[in-house]
């Protein structure tokens, strides 16, 4: 990965963390050990393991199948945040998080506009 990919990569980070942060209501912060050690990209938003993507080719399910060990590694949910430039942040979540009940089994997975992945985040707080 080059240096300007890195950069734009922590610039993301930075943007939705101030963005989640305003939404959620609590301050959302880069995992800065994520480099090194790997792990999520925030880690302090309780039960969630955020993962972020700035980048403009998608590669959806090469990034959930990442967000997906990071989670599974500190037991928490996995949420997937993106954006293309000119666009705005998208979310995927697995639904079998949002309404168990009715989706007994993880892998239906839905995309959501920010706003709307952030109420769901915020309604799972404890």
């Given amino acids: ?25 609590f301050t959302v912060t880069r995992n800065l050990t994520q480099t090194r050690g790997g792990g999520a990209d925030a880690l302090n ?9 700035r980048q403009e080719a998608l590669s959806i399910a090469s990034w959930w199948s990442q967000a997906q060990r990071q989670a599974e590694q500190t037991g928490c949910k996995p949420a997937l945040f993106y954006r293309q430039s000119r666009k705005p942040w998208r979310a995927v979540l697995d639904l079998h998080h949002i309404a168990p009940e009715v989706f007994t089994a993880p892998g239906s997975l839905c995309e959501l506009a920010l706003s709307d992945a952030c109420t769901v985040i915020r309604e799972s707080l404890p």
Avoid at 7 to 19: I, M, P, Q, V, Y
């Fill in 1 to 25: 990965m080059s240096a300007a990919q890195r950069n734009k990569g922590s610039r993301g980070e930075r943007e939705l963390f101030a963005l989640l942060t305003e939404q959620l209501g």
């Fill in 45 to 53: 938003v309780p039960g969630w393991a955020i993962e972020c993507k």
